[in-house]
């Protein structure tokens, strides 16, 4: 049988806690996880049952959220991050992910942290979630995914300012992010044979150089390599004519050139079932594509669809890689 998938807390003064509860009132009767934080950070009257280990979650689901228990320093005030809580966040992420090296999870799910308050209450240096598991899991290398039914959609630059993007997007990044997704697509999500839309940096991909010598000096080149040796590659496309509905149907997934680029066609099609999946380590990980929401958490706002798709994307990338 397929283990559990494991929860992480993310930000205690966000909205992951009361998200990992309505998420176990839509899947117990789905799939197996388990969280991993301060029970007490858990709305009022949730009903949990704390297991020691990830594989008693399977059995406890039925009877409530399971529950593994690593206590916090300090207060919770929902909304204030606070940063004695800083380390105990990041430890329960290397607890996630070491449980999931090990096989004792089948995946992980990271609840949303707050890069500042990780950074000023415990010095984590990473830009986020995807830098740090990379670290954990001693890649090199790891491409951020974000996915749902209508759209599959990798940025190759990420969190960086758009005035950085051209100068960071190099031959070797480009190649590098086209090749982990194509691996992704055929082991994670059983697609025998991708198709790949890779778009421009410049507008109209450049238009013959009009526009930016980028496409016709390296981009192009670089796709027409890369089809030798076999890849369905389409591109270099311009951007603004890649992502409406029958141009969806020509690929399996988009190659974009700087964040915005791929994250706002995905989150004006499909904001609440976007899904962050990590492509590169060598274990699941999945996360709802939002933030910590601190403006609503403790409110019973929070919509959990992210959530739950997180969870079950994850469950189901790691039934595709064992098979």
């Known amino acids: 049988m397929q283990g559990p998938v494991a929860l992480t807390c993310g930000e205690p003064a966000g909205v992951g806690p009361e998200l ?3 998420a176990w009132h839509a899947l117990k009767d789905r799939m197996p996880f388990f969280w991993i934080g301060d029970p007490r950070h858990l709305p009022e009257g949730t009903q949990i049952v704390e297991v020691e280990k990830p594989s008693e979650a399977i059995s406890a689901m039925a009877h409530g959220l399971p529950v593994i228990r690593h206590m916090f320093d300090g207060e919770l005030t929902h909304g204030r991050p606070n940063l004695k809580h800083a380390a105990d966040v990041i430890e329960v992420i290397a607890q996630a992910v070491d449980w999931t090296k090990h096989g004792d999870a089948c995946a ?3 609840a949303p942290i707050h890069k500042k308050a990780l950074q000023d209450g415990a010095g984590f240096s990473y830009p986020g979630h995807t830098e740090y598991l990379a670290a954990l899991a001693e890649v090199d290398n790891v491409v951020m995914m974000l996915a749902s039914d209508q759209l599959r959609v990798v940025p190759a630059t990420i969190h960086i300012p758009l005035h950085e ?3 960071a997007l190099t031959p070797r990044l480009l190649e590098m992010t086209i090749r982990i997704t194509h691996t992704a697509l055929v082991r994670d999500f059983g697609v025998a044979s991708p198709r790949l839309a890779v778009a421009g940096l410049n507008p109209h991909a450049g238009e013959g150089g009009n526009m930016g010598s980028e496409e016709v000096a390296w981009i192009g080149p670089l796709i027409e390599s890369l089809r030798q040796e076999g890849l ?8 603004d004519t890649m992502f409406h509905a029958e141009a969806r149907q ?30 590169g380590l060598p274990f699941v990980r999945t ?9 609503i958490a403790g409110q019973g706002k929070a919509n ?17 890689r064992r098979a």
């Open 250 to 279: 020509g690929y399996d997934a988009a190659i974009a050139m700087y964040h915005d680029q791929a994250l706002i066609p995905i989150k004006t099609l499909d904001f609440d079932r976007g899904v962050n999946v990590t492509l």
């Open 287 to 295: 996360s709802p594509d939002h933030g910590t929401a601190l403006d």
């Open 232 to 239: 369905d590659l389409r591109g270099p496309l311009s951007a």
């Open 304 to 320: 959990p669809t992210s959530t739950v798709e997180a969870l079950l994307m994850a469950h189901r990338l790691a039934a595709g």
């Open 108 to 110: 992980m799910c990271t």
């Open 165 to 167: 993007a051209p100068s």
């Open 20 to 22: 990992a509860v309505s």
